[in-house]
């Protein structure tokens, strides 16, 4: 079928050994990714209370019918659900994504997903080549870190190391055949023994890092899903689809790589610079090494192999420690860090966290050797690579600290008595859900609220480029700001379809951060990025692209880009509104869920620092309107009015249709968004919001 | 993995391109503009054939790998987006140190086709009406994967296409039903216009026969490249 999807999804039951398919057609109008994920976990997850560890979670891979075709990061975002490990006070049903190559092999063998049901009784391993679909004994992987694993694997399909020649996979002449090696998504060494700290990674560093999914793999005694496709993707209109490649090409590097746009003058979406190289050692030569399809390729490879498919937080949960033992250079630690971190399968968000809070407790006398918090790590190290194995060490092996925070953050704050107290001075920085601050809610509000009202830290930049980094990188380097802060606005407003009446979306003063504009981008913001982000699977290092300098007086190509490469690909004309709608269907099923799981409005609230401390020490710089003008304005300093909050959070269930008192939705809503169904199951558990 | 993986020449010594160019040197039969090359000896005949007037640049130093390339190559030849219909292919190992952690293996168009010299049908031929392009008339294939074989490169660059049953090579886009623009020699290469990082680039002269395959420096003129901090490239101003 010539609209971009596989037709079908890969449906494993580990309990009883069993492959089956799903018709993908069956779950199309939610798209793809998250859409379908969510929709098949409804299907398929009876007990949406159980713990993630349970054999009866449901753990759905999706791509989207934009996976393995060439639209700029869209060719191979991979997305990964179901009860996670990470949150508290318990694990919500969650999301993480990664990127590389993985749903480009998936679905040139032939599949849009794979779902993930049971338990096996041995440690095993998913082998997809095409249509050939089995188990594989892990016994000999299972303690392998996650480097050795794909190794390993890449040897049993391809029959020892691959010579770069053509590879018949099915040994008869018109079979299919491949150069390429197997896509792996894995888990770390012995991953069940720090299941909420544990990611799942795909070649050198393409992660699925929160949400604890690798813990959750090692539940299910799964190791790894590797896949090699030798078959190929169907599009609607090839001839639209080269055009707006090609059309896309003069937003990015590519189309003004004799002249781009200058580094310092500000971090965009599609039109910033390709690579990580600035995170090596200097003189250490690299190439920026990307995901298939993509227009801008992030991570990097270089000549050392240290950091290879590494990016952004991979590497800054050590940087600024490097740094500081170095003299201010980075050294070859920051890229252990990353290559560490990704080879045991750690997610670095905690670690990012981890670092500050742990300096804070040796600093204060608590933590170190024969302290209150017995350690015999070597913080004398601290900086080095050295310090890096000892410390991720102790986690995976359970040693010294490390048997505390393979439970995670939150629950080893818990166990060492000190959660209330180092979530209410803010040195253990988990801003909500036990998630660790990745935009600050005091400062950036979007990020915190759309992080509050869900399930995770959102980790989603539409916003966060144009609001946060470029305003405090203009402003902190004294320069006139390429984009004024009254054009940002009048750029973002005129783009948010279908909101386009309402000026005030990126007001971050003290007053917008409470304000019903506010709850309207976030609400905005949930469903794009359910929709475009999740469902159909744009990357969001390159979409939104609200402001790009290379754009007609710096606009950017959202929301044109989105449909058109959707109606290239699939065939469908569907209007960007119309596909906020989908996201707006997929976001209320989501929360139908976490309701289930028993989620209420007392209960979203952000750990006391942010309400408590002032933020700092900053530079925070934010767009705001006050006094019947747009600046970009100083925010160091801010906290979170309680009260306040509590009445923006009023704001966002009216916007979004939910009971004001519970924050569930109403049966109103859900039914005029074609979820009645879903509204009689949160009847049935007398938790459907009052009208 | 480097593209200088060469079979041997049956029953030699010898390397392929050893045995072929052991005959008149490196670049020799390599003239520029469309003259007939010199004779290359082979055992029983003589296969004297014009130079392409097309051949792919690669900058392997730039490639970030992220196979848009292929993407596109399959795309407009065959309507759909698949790995094993690209006539390019980007092979790489997370695992491996730059610069070889990818290779870009791109059909050289070469100056001595043994693809097509191997050919029984004339399937594999020159095309005199697109620029001398080295290229296959599906119509004539009989599936016999000679062509395939005789490819001096890891991996071949003539490829089995298991779905229309014919062997298949670049053409420098001189037939690419599903894209709106001209190619071939005279045109564009879909491949040249989708590469997001610029590393692939297209020349009417003869490159220079050498082990890197026509691996240049696209650095570009200005110093952006290295401005990125990619240090690895040779260029203008680095």
Known sequence: ?????????????????????????????????????????????????????????????????????????????????????????????????FGGRFSTQLKYAGWDGIVLLGRSDKQVWLNIVDGKVTLEDASALWGLDTWSAQKKIRASVLGADPTGDWESMSGSRDGGRSTQRPAVLTCGPNAEKFGPMASLVHDGGHGAGQGGFGGVFASKNLKAVSVLGTGGVQVADPNALMDARLWLRDYAIGGH??????????????????????????????????????IRNCPVRSETGSGNDSMCVDFAWYMAHDRIAHKGKTSSATAHGADRAQQLGINVYPLMVLMPWLDKLVQGGVLGKGKEIDSSLPFEAWGSAEFIDALLGSIVNQTDIGKDLCLGLWQCAKKWGRLEQDLASGILALQEWGYPDHYDARIEAEWGYGSLMG??????????????????????????PTVSAERMAEIVAKKMVPLTDEPK???????????????????WHRHYTRYYTQSIAYCDWLFADFVNPYGPDFEGVTPEAEPKFLAAVTGKSQSFEEGMEVGRRIWNLDRAIWVLQGRTRDIEVFADYVYDVPAAPGPFVVPVFENGAWSYKSVVGR????????????????????????????????????????????????KLGSE | ??????????????????????????????????????????????????????????????????????????????????????????????FRSFPDDLSMNQCRQCPYPACADACPTGANHVDAANGNVRTIDAAKCIGCERCINACPFTPSRVEWNGVEKTAQKCDLCADTPFWNTDGGPGGKQACVEACPMKALSFTSSVPVQSEKGYDVDLGHTSTAWSDFGFTGVRGKGR
């Open chain 1, 1 to 97: 079928m010539a609209n971009g999807y596989a037709g079908k999804i890969l449906k494993v039951d580990l309990t009883t050994k069993t492959i089956g398919e799903i018709s993908t057609s069956k779950y199309e109008e939610w798209g793809g990714g998250h859409g379908i994920g969510s929709a098949i976990f409804w299907d398929l997850c009876e007990d949406k209370t159980i713990d993630g560890t349970d054999p009866k979670n449901v753990i759905t891979i999706m791509g989207s019918p934009l996976s393995g075709t060439f639209t700029p990061g869209g060719g191979a975002r991979t997305e990964v659900q179901g009860i996670g490990l990470q949150s508290s006070p318990r694990g919500w049903f969650t999301r993480s994504n």
């Open chain 1, 257 to 294: 790589m004799d002249n781009p746009y200058p580094n310092s003058g500000g971090k965009w979406p599609l039109a910033s610079l390709p690579g990580y190289s600035s995170a090596l050692p200097e003189g250490v030569s690299s190439r920026p090494a990307g995901c298939a399809a993509c």
């Open chain 1, 455 to 480: 399930d995770r830290d959102i980790n989603e930049h539409a916003f966060n480029w144009i609001c946060y980094w470029n305003p405090m990188l203009w402003i902190t380097a004294g320069v006139e």
């Open chain 1, 505 to 523: 979306l990126i007001d971050y003063s003290d007053e917008g951060i409470y304000s019903a504009a506010m709850a309207k981008t976030v609400a």
């Open chain 1, 639 to 686: 906290k979170l009015d309680r009260a306040k909050v509590e009445d923006w959070k009023t704001k966002f269930y009216s916007v979004e249709g939910w009971d004001t008192k519970t924050g569930a939705p109403t049966r109103t809503t859900l039914e005029k968004l074609g979820l009645k169904n879903v509204a009689d199951a949160l009847e049935e558990t007398g």
């Open chain 2, 1 to 94: 993995m480097a593209d200088n993986d060469i079979k041997k020449a049956e029953g030699t010594q010898l390397s392929r391109r050893q045995f072929i160019t052991g005959v008149g040197g490196v670049g020799v039969g390599a003239l520029l503009g469309g003259v007939l090359t010199q004779g290359f000896l082979a055992p029983d005949k003589v296969f004297a054939v014009p130079a392409s007037q097309g051949y792919l640049l690669v900058d392997t130093k730039k490639c970030a790998g992220c196979t848009t390339c292929m993407m596109v190559c399959s795309l407009t030849h065959h309507g759909q987006v698949s790995y094993a219909l690209s006539r390019i292919q980007i092979t790489q190992d997370s």
